[in-house]
């Protein structure tokens, strides 16, 4: 049984790990930490968590803990990650990475020095959805791809969030962009070059919107679009066309709530539908199997490195300032 550290009580984790955790034979969400023990209490007492802490350097020091979760702000992956190696814990950590591609690297290092699991959690890379989505255009039904757009946009109105805040790697790119960039790469087949990007900004320095135009190495395209308020009020697609058909997905992120991948080719138009295990029960499952099993996974410290690498391309042709850890 892999025994789980929580590091913050985030609203995200009750759904990326703790409820997973609950249905699977092989982990467990043991403990987790908060910067202020009352809250840590009550988050516990919520979710049935057995243990809580007041800080995190205590979670990470308690030897009953196996691996860590870090949904911590996006400023503050990098270091924690940092800590949690050093601790000897194995890692999953959400998405962005971290709050660049240099620090990118430096976790990567780290995780490769210490022979532990350290994953993205890109949760929607490991749904039978997305796994399809990627057959089907490298078993070429699409012909030659041409074209690839991929977009994540979600109304954000709450401009005090933590998600607005550039001294903490906020931003739309990082995000929600950060997944149309890695489903762009994805099915692109190779790293992309930013031929041009263009900013909504909601301060001097953090983007509320963002489009950016790709080119891959054999010739194809790609359009990344995100945004946190902007007149694409909700919307999650990827549409990629071939010489020879086309598909396209909405809701390729989190398709058990509600999906639709279609495709056209050879003369013939189809649907396909998949099961409504959640795709973070799937993505639980890639962690423990690296863990306990030596399994490979999908999004490793190397992916993120050519990720952030993206994303801060793309800062950069849009004017805006790189992100920093806080």
């Not at 430096?106 to 699991?117: D, F, K, P, Q, W």
């Not at 997944?179 to 762009?184: R, T």
């Not at 930013?194 to 963002?210: E, F, L, P």
Request: proline share 6%; net charge positive.
């Amino acid at each position: 049984m892999l025994r789980i550290g929580v590091l913050g009580a985030a609203r995200i984790a009750p759904n990326a790990i703790i409820k997973p955790a609950a249905a699977s034979s092989d982990a467990r969400v043991t403990a987790v930490a908060a910067r202020d023990r009352d809250r840590a209490n009550a988050f516990a007492a919520k979710h049935g968590i057995p243990t809580a802490y007041g800080d995190y350097p205590e979670l990470l020091a308690d030897p009953a803990i196996d691996a860590v979760y870090n949904p911590l702000p996006n400023g503050l992956h990098g270091r924690w990650t940092l800590a949690a190696l050093k601790a000897g814990k194995h890692v999953l950590c959400e998405k962005p990475f971290t709050a660049n591609a240099d620090e990118a690297r430096t976790v990567a290092e780290a995780a490769r020095a210490s022979g532990l699991v350290v994953m993205e959690a890109f949760h929607y890379r490991y749904h039978p959805l997305f796994r399809r989505a990627m057959e089907i255009v490298a078993g070429g039904e699409l012909g030659r791809v041409r074209h690839i757009e991929t977009a994540f946009s979600f109304p954000l109105p709450k401009f005090s969030d933590i998600r607005y805040n550039f001294d903490l790697a906020g931003g739309a790119l990082m995000d929600a962009g950060c997944y149309a960039v890695h489903m762009a790469r994805s099915l692109g087949g190779s790293e992309p070059e930013v031929v041009s990007a263009h900013a909504k900004r909601h301060t001097a320095d953090v983007d509320r919107a963002v489009r950016a135009e790709l080119k891959f190495e054999a010739g194809h395209t790609a359009t990344v679009s995100c945004s946190m308020w902007s007149k694409s009020v909700l919307r999650m697609s990827v549409k990629v066309v071939g010489d020879a058909g086309e598909m396209r997905i909405f809701n390729p992120l989190v398709p058990q709530i509600l999906h639709r991948m279609s495709v056209r080719a050879g003369g013939h138009r189809r649907v396909e539908h998949f099961d409504k295990r959640p795709s973070y029960a799937y993505q639980l499952d890639a962690f423990t199997g690296a863990v306990q099993r030596g399994e490979p996974i999908l999004t490793s410290p190397d992916d993120s490195i050519a990720n952030m690498t993206v994303i801060d391309a793309i800062y950069t042709a849009a004017g805006l300032p790189l992100r920093h850890p806080a």
